[in-house]
């Protein structure tokens, strides 16, 4: 039985009878170099930082110069947009341990425990990023501790692996009376040794954020038979939920730089531009902003019809919207900004361009709607009947919204059935969209916030706000 064997030939590639090397001698220099000059060639469009060699080589006037040494889209201008906002302060750490101890006091709890994460980073300045989770617990322990004066402040403590003791006291944990380092040993039970700080466990209420693992509550339950370890209640996550003015100008600068990206990427991009050259696009130039945990969700045509994307690599049309869910994080705090918008040359149906101003409608409907002391499920509903009028109400298939701050998503909701009250401080997103599979899928997202005097605000309205048109993002 002979071999076969794709021999690349002048462009041409079919399969020839390949006779055994050794039958055939040693094969000349010009002929290798024919046969695997496609090598390199296929290495570089599978590499990652092709987008990169695209813009550079392929795209004609991506560069303003093109004798300049940069070889990438140049989003160095959004560094400076947010670049005079600072963290939040350590006085700023204290003051929320402060009020959550007045809370547990008033409650009855002996404690709270979290893990790093956003309720850790939120009181003690221990995210996810601080410290990665293992199967090693490493907690943060609030207690209350009252002063004869009746005055009610926090103990901070951090339970650690000891071999992790000299890391763990490097950990920027701001307090107003210092940090106890709590150290327990690989033979010992962790849980036992961080309950061993509560000066008492018969009938104690000791609470455990929400993001706890399930086995780090079942350990501590195990540790302290007679105590009662539950979730915080409702009165702690307010705490969380409601902005102070310094976080409100963070989130403000983040969802603002993250617009800006979305339009500085938008004009490199071209039809027939592939959907995860886009999102490249985007990342590059929210990590240009200076964002961390840059994510872009970019979908074209019928892709947005879902509404998390469809696992595809679409090409753009001339016909076709872009849609692009994007954010980043700064300071710990995120954004979450979409739009969904034709290019310059694009030529969108009417019937599509229809949709588009029915879910911008819909959008400035809602924050219209949200106040101090309105129900979120209000808003959700304000919304979704400007669709629905417009004939289109089961093709808005989720919710209207979320809380948005430490986490991308957060509580409360925005949702029907929700009972939820918005207050001063708290921030959503208002995301309303049209999605029809097979067809098109359109959505507009701007995060907004309620202000001192109670009324809702975009975030982003520094920067010009919600989209205007589907040309003009």
């Known amino acids: 039985m002979s071999e076969k064997a794709v021999i690349v030939n002048h462009d041409r590639l079919h399969v020839e009878e390949a006779t055994p090397l050794l039958e055939q001698g040693a094969p000349s220099r010009k002929s290798l170099l024919r046969r695997f000059i496609w090598v390199p060639i296929l290495l570089l469009a599978l590499s990652h930082d092709f987008v990169d060699i695209y813009y550079k080589y392929i795209v004609p006037g991506s560069s303003s110069d093109s004798k300049s040494a940069s070889t990438f889209p140049d989003f160095s201008h959004l560094a400076a947009h947010c670049a005079h906002i600072p963290p939040i302060a350590a006085e700023s750490f204290i003051a929320r341990q402060d009020a959550l101890a007045q809370t547990l006091h008033s409650s009855g709890a002996a404690a709270y425990i979290a893990e790093p994460g956003a309720s850790a980073g939120f009181y003690g300045n221990l995210s996810g990023s601080h410290w990665g989770l293992s199967e090693r617990p490493l907690l943060l322990i609030v207690q209350p501790q009252e002063a004869h004066d009746g005055t009610v402040r926090a103990n901070i403590s951090i339970l650690t692996p000891a071999f992790e003791k000299t890391r763990a006291k490097l950990l920027p944990i701001p307090s107003k009376s210092g940090v106890t380092y709590t150290a327990w040993p690989e033979d010992v039970d962790p849980f036992a040794t961080a309950l061993d700080l509560l000066p008492d466990l018969d009938d104690t209420i000791i609470y455990v954020d929400g993001d706890v693992r399930t086995f780090i509550a079942d350990g501590l339950q195990r540790a302290a038979p007679d105590a009662r370890v539950v979730n915080a209640p409702i009165e702690v996550r307010r705490l969380r939920e409601r902005k102070s003015?310094?976080?409100?100008?963070?989130?403000?600068?983040?969802?603002?730089?993250?617009?800006?990206?979305?339009?500085?990427?938008?004009?490199?991009?071209?039809?027939?531009?592939?959907?995860?050259?886009?999102?490249?696009?985007?990342?590059?130039?929210?990590?240009?902003?200076?964002?961390?945990?840059?994510?872009?969700?970019?979908?074209?045509?019928?892709?947005?019809?879902?509404?998390?994307?469809?696992?595809?690599?679409?090409?753009?049309?001339?016909?076709?919207?872009?849609?692009?869910?994007?954010?980043?994080?700064?300071?710990?705090?995120?954004?979450?900004?979409?739009?969904?918008?034709?290019?310059?040359?694009?030529?969108?149906?009417?019937?599509?361009?229809?949709?588009?101003?029915?879910?911008?409608?819909?959008?400035?409907?809602?924050i219209?709607?949200?106040?101090?002391?309105?129900?979120?499920?209000?808003?959700?509903?304000?919304?979704?009947?400007?669709?629905?009028?417009?004939?289109?109400?089961?093709?808005?298939?989720?919710?209207?919204?979320?809380?948005?701050?430490?986490?991308?998503?957060?509580?409360?909701?925005?949702?029907?059935?929700?009972?939820?009250?918005?207050?001063?401080?708290?921030?959503?997103?208002?995301?309303?969209?049209?999605?029809?599979?097979?067809?098109?899928?359109?959505?507009?997202?701007?995060?907004?916030?309620?202000?001192?005097?109670?009324?809702?605000?975009?975030?982003?309205?520094?920067?010009?706000?919600?989209?205007?048109?589907?040309?003009?993002?």
């Open 245 to 366: 003015s310094e976080e409100i100008d963070i989130l403000k600068c983040v969802n603002e730089v993250t617009l800006l990206s979305i339009r500085a990427a938008r004009k490199r991009m071209k039809v027939g531009i592939k959907e995860s050259e886009a999102r490249q696009l985007v990342v590059r130039a929210l990590t240009a902003a200076g964002l961390k945990d840059a994510f872009a969700l970019t979908l074209f045509g019928e892709n947005a019809a879902l509404p998390h994307g469809s696992g595809t690599d679409a090409t753009l049309g001339k016909h076709e919207f872009v849609l692009i869910d994007t954010g980043g994080s700064l300071h710990g705090y995120h954004s979450d900004v979409t739009r969904t918008f034709a290019l310059s040359h694009s030529e969108i149906p009417l019937r599509y361009q229809a949709l588009w101003h029915t879910v911008h409608a819909a959008q400035r409907a809602a």
């Open 368 to 473: 219209v709607t949200a106040s101090n002391g309105t129900v979120t499920a209000a808003v959700d509903g304000a919304a979704r009947k400007i669709i629905k009028d417009a004939g289109y109400g089961e093709f808005f298939t989720h919710r209207l919204g979320h809380g948005i701050g430490l986490e991308v998503h957060e509580s409360p909701y925005l949702r029907g059935g929700s009972d939820d009250n918005i207050f001063t401080g708290h921030t959503f997103s208002d995301e309303p969209g049209i999605y029809i599979e097979g067809k098109v899928g359109v959505r507009l997202e701007d995060c907004f916030y309620i202000d001192e005097d109670g009324s809702a605000k975009f975030l982003t309205a520094g920067v010009g706000g919600p989209a205007s048109g589907p040309w003009s993002p």
